[in-house]
């Protein structure tokens, strides 16, 4: 099993990766987090486990700019759960229902994939180029339809009415 990469949060507020000896942002941690790795935040001095409240607050620094993930009204819920009777079942519940959504996720893009025989990207290539090519045809045609000068070719009569 890989070994966890340990991050020191100093009282400055500055964050330390062990593994790359160099301080990083709350932004390299949140990329730690994209690209799968395994880590764990600790106090530099008392070495107590800070990896919780280090993830609440990239989602604290999301939640502020951008398009929101959390609404108001789900927030508030959420906190109502806290020191209900049911708040330890609560997130488990929430765990297990991202892990499904997750698992649905992969499934329909396999599905996808599958449907289309090819990635989105290669599908938008083939799309653009039948589309330029409909549009060539379709200058060509225009251009065809044109009387060539000194033809002798006669415009349309004119509408008298």
Known sequence: MAQVRVIK???????????????????DVRQLIVDGETFEVRDAKTGE?????????????????GQPM???????????FYGDS???????YLEKSM?????????????????????????LNQLTERNLD??????QGLVGSIPAAGTGAKPPPKSTR
């Open 86 to 92: 049911l708040q330890g079942f609560m997130g488990s």
């Open 49 to 65: 486990d800070l990896t919780r409240t280090v993830l609440l607050q990239i989602i604290a620094e999301h939640e502020e700019r």
């Open 134 to 139: 409909l549009w060539k045809s379709f200058q």
């Open 70 to 80: 959390f609404s108001t009204q789900l927030l508030t819920q959420i906190i109502r």
């Open 9 to 27: 949060k100093y009282p400055n507020r500055r964050l330390y990766d062990t593994e790359i000896s160099s301080y990083i942002t709350l932004e």
């Open 99 to 123: 892990e499904m959504f997750l698992e649905q996720q992969t499934q329909f893009r396999s599905q996808l994939n599958n449907l289309l025989g090819q990635t989105p990207w290669s599908m």
